[in-house]
């Protein structure tokens, strides 16, 4: 398994700041992947991060308004920019430790709620 | 794109009792997660069916992924108030690229 922590937990926001959202597993692993959780909603891929290249975004999720780092293997992050209502949601980060897709771990989330 | 239609969306049992929720997807599955999640809280990782035909139990859970891979169910038996909570399925694209149903809420009263 793997353990995963971030963040903040949550956090209230004005709308037009930029909020970073941090990520930290137990063990070292090749992808990070952040989602996104709207108000009654089901999760959606944000992006895919490895270390030493750019992230890669899903359709709709652009760099300019969620850039993410990825520093080393066990450590990422995710900013929230120019935030508006409309990113209110929770953001979690999602392991897959073993590289073989057979077990995919989330974080806590982080709670976000911009006014 | 995939996309996982669950059923119900909404169960309301007695404890002690059994259930069965529902994962029908519109493509081929290649891997069929099960995650449990509190309200506004992170996931629960339960089971992960890959084979047809295959299942797995954990506890009172048990999930299987029928023969065509297309359909996948979670039964739990003897239901707790423990159990109680959001079941999410998710269908693996790609080795963390995950397609989520939109969720089954489970309410058992004691």
Known sequence: SAVISQKPSRDICQRGTSLTIQCQVDSQVTMMFWYRQQPGQSLTLIATANQGSEATYESGFVIDKFPISRPNLTFSTLTVSNMSPEDSSIYLCSVNPYDRGDEQYFGPGTRLTVT | ?110
């Open chain 2, 1 to 110: 794109s995939q996309e996982l239609e669950q059923s119900p969306q909404s169960l309301i049992v007695q404890e002690g009792k059994n259930l069965t929720i529902n994962c029908t997807s519109s493509k081929t599955l290649y891997g069929l997660y099960w995650y449990k999640q509190k309200y506004g809280e992170g996931l629960i990782f339960l089971m992960m069916l890959q084979k047809g035909g295959e299942e797995k139990s954990h506890e009172k859970i048990t999930a299987k992924l029928d023969e065509k891979k297309q359909q996948s169910s979670l039964h739990i038996t003897a239901s707790q108030p423990s159990h109680a909570g959001i079941y999410l399925c998710g269908a693996d694209s790609s080795y963390g690229k995950l397609t989520f149903g939109q969720g089954t809420i489970l309410t058992v009263h004691p």
